[in-house]
Structures are given as structure tokens and as C-alpha cells.
């Protein structure tokens, strides 16, 4: 059992960033990592995914050119450097562990998750 645990969440404003990071308590290093977000009354989202070595990341049309995903291995961490946030990215984020190498769109395909972090972007 691996516990996923986010933080970096916050207010900012439109056109500011953040940084979230996702604490792994287990090894990551085979496993296809990703970021999800979900607004009130929507679905949860796909953001951002890497396979097991960082070498090749995927990312939602919305955040294209502007978030970042990343990942280090020996620290057991994810990180999502997000840039330019607009108000519709307001959602709760959510860090999640794939049992494969290679990242999937579908939430369902993941079988971790964390408890996910608050971002709001508002003037």
C-alpha cells in the first residue's frame, strides 16, 4: 500500500503560478505517475502524466504550454509546475500512481491516490 500525499496548493492570482508536489511513502520508480483535477460539479479531469522514468509526459489540452510535470525517483516525488493559471483551473488536485510504467488518461486506470490540494485562481 502506497500513500500519496499533495501539497503547494493555494490562492493566486490570474496569470501567477504554483507548485504542487505529491509525497510518495513507497518506491515510484516503476510506476506511471499523474495529476488529476476536479471541479465542483465536474468530472475528474486528466492534467498531466509521466511514465515510470520521467523520459516521456503527456498533458490535458487546457494545460498544454503551461504546466509542467515532472518527477524524482530517489526522492519518491511528483511535482506540477503550473504557469499562466487561469480562473478555470480552480479544482482540487490530485497526485495518483498507475500499476504500469505507462500513464493511462482514465482515472480509473490508477490505483492510488492522494487526498488532493486546493488550487484557486481568482482576482
Known amino acids: 500500500q502506497v500513500q500519496l500525499v499533495e501539497s503547494g496548493g493555494g490562492t493566486v492570482q490570474p496569470g501567477g503560478s504554483l507548485r504542487l508536489s505529491c509525497a510518495a511513502s513507497?518506491?515510484?520508480?516503476?510506476?506511471?505517475m499523474g495529476w488529476f483535477r476536479q471541479a465542483p460539479g465536474k468530472e475528474r479531469e486528466f492534467v498531466a502524466a509521466?511514465?515510470?522514468?520521467?523520459?516521456?509526459?503527456s498533458y490535458g489540452d487546457s494545460v498544454k504550454g503551461r504546466f509542467t510535470i515532472s518527477r524524482d525517483n530517489a526522492r519518491n516525488a511528483l511535482y506540477l509546475q503550473m504557469n499562466s493559471l487561469k480562473p478555470d483551473d480552480t479544482a482540487i488536485y490530485y497526485c495518483?500512481?498507475?500499476?504500469?510504467?505507462?500513464?493511462?488518461?482514465?482515472?480509473?486506470?490508477?490505483?492510488?491516490w492522494g487526498q488532493g490540494t486546493q488550487v484557486t485562481v481568482s482576482s
Open positions: 513507497g518506491r515510484i520508480d516503476s510506476y506511471a
Open positions: 509521466t511514465t515510470w522514468s520521467g523520459e516521456t509526459t
Open positions: 495518483a500512481m498507475r500499476l504500469s510504467r505507462w500513464p493511462h488518461l482514465d482515472p480509473v486506470e490508477y490505483a492510488y
